[in-house]
């Protein structure tokens, strides 16, 4: 056994082991589902949510990586809606990142909550039911409701912050956005951290996983970009990055590699254009422009000819989600506008960010999806 030596003047020579600071905090085990994950390790938790008709069962993924010092439980989820992608591969890249190495706190990523919905590549659960209308659910009702009663009780409920990671629906972009319950002090803190320049003040829903984590004590914000059933590279560069700015606002992290997210703006309302009649849509306008009241974003025309119908932006603000789809019918919604009390300083604000996104590197060191 080599312990090293001491030099004349009493140092420590390499071959000595360092000694622990007795004084310095130790993280307890910790436990879920019936298994115990010792400080300074990570597993996964196979949690039996389900099962198909052949009786194989469908289990959710949960990588528990437990720290060695106390702090936080923090959660991020994704696909509660099985067809939004886009969350599952910032979890895979997050899990990869070098900041997770010497971790303050609890770490629960998990990847795919409605596994049902992601392998049929739908929104929905097999009898049509949205998961994130099933919280908190209960042990003895509907599929989603037993499967949301599972989740909360076996992962949200050890949580003590989290994230859920969200895109559009199905043909529905979104741009980059945090939304959250903004009079809850803790939750604004978050989502100022998040580092994405758009907020929206957003109500909790009814039978949500947010609503039901609020009521709780759990602050929780939703990231929503980009679209379902489709990976795009900015949207999760800039999940990565947040989700990070998060943890490290919660100090569960070292030092910042980065620069520090700037003050985001927060939205005093906004509200959907739905087209007047049914026809093909003709967008004018990108994700995230800037737009002025009066303005024409975009046309919806006949296929078999006659006069076209304008639309014109009933508001001035900023292009935070879109129909991708050109058929539609009457009523339904087009273009979402947030607006804002300085909407040039947020238009800005946005071409900034999306440079950095765009330019800057993949902090996970994984070449860009194309």
Request: proline share 6%.
């Amino acid at each position: 056994m080599v312990f090293g030596t001491r030099d004349r003047e009493g140092g420590r020579q390499s071959g000595q082991r360092k000694m622990k600071n007795p004084k310095e905090p130790k993280n307890a085990p910790f436990e879920i589902d019936g298994i115990t994950v010792q400080p300074g390790s990570r597993t996964k938790v196979e949690l039996p949510l389900a099962q198909l008709y052949t009786q194989t069962p469908l289990n959710v993924p949960i990588h528990v990586i437990h720290g060695r010092k106390p702090g936080p439980v923090f959660m991020v989820s994704a696909a509660i809606h099985g067809d939004e992608l886009n969350g599952v591969e910032i979890i895979r890249r997050l899990l990869r990142h070098s900041a997770l190495k010497n971790l303050s706190g609890t770490l629960l990523a998990v990847p795919v909550v409605n596994v049902f919905g992601f392998i049929h590549k739908s929104r929905y659960l097999p009898d049509r039911r949205d998961l994130n209308r099933c919280f908190p659910g209960s042990e003895t009702g509907s599929l989603g409701a037993r499967m949301a009663w599972q989740f909360k009780t076996q992962v949200l409920d050890r949580a003590t912050h989290a994230v859920d990671l969200h895109t559009g629906a199905i043909h529905r972009d979104n741009l980059p956005q945090i939304r959250a319950n903004l009079s809850n002090d803790d939750t604004s803190a978050m989502a100022n951290a998040f580092g994405v320049p758009v907020v929206i003040n957003s109500v909790l829903g009814e039978g949500t996983l947010r609503e039901v984590a609020e009521a709780q004590g759990i602050p929780v914000i939703t990231y929503e970009a980009g679209e379902a059933l489709r990976f795009d590279e900015s949207c999760i560069r800039a999940g990565v990055k947040g989700v990070l700015n998060v943890m490290h606002h919660l100090g569960m992290t070292g030092s910042r590699r980065t620069k520090a997210p700037a003050e985001p703006y927060i939205a005093r309302s906004s509200s959907w254009v739905r087209a007047e009649r049914d026809g093909v849509f003709l967008s004018l306008v990108a994700l995230g422009a800037w737009i002025k009241k009066g303005d024409l974003i975009g046309r919806i025309s006949s296929p078999f000819g006659g006069d076209d119908i304008n639309i014109h932006a009933p508001a001035a603000g900023i292009l935070v989600g879109r129909n991708n789809l050109p058929l539609v019918n009457e009523g339904e919604a087009l273009y979402h506008i947030a607006r804002f009390e300085e909407v040039g300083e947020v238009a800005q604000s946005l071409e900034e960010f999306t440079h950095d996104i765009e330019e800057g590197p993949t902090l996970s060191g994984e070449p860009p999806i194309v």
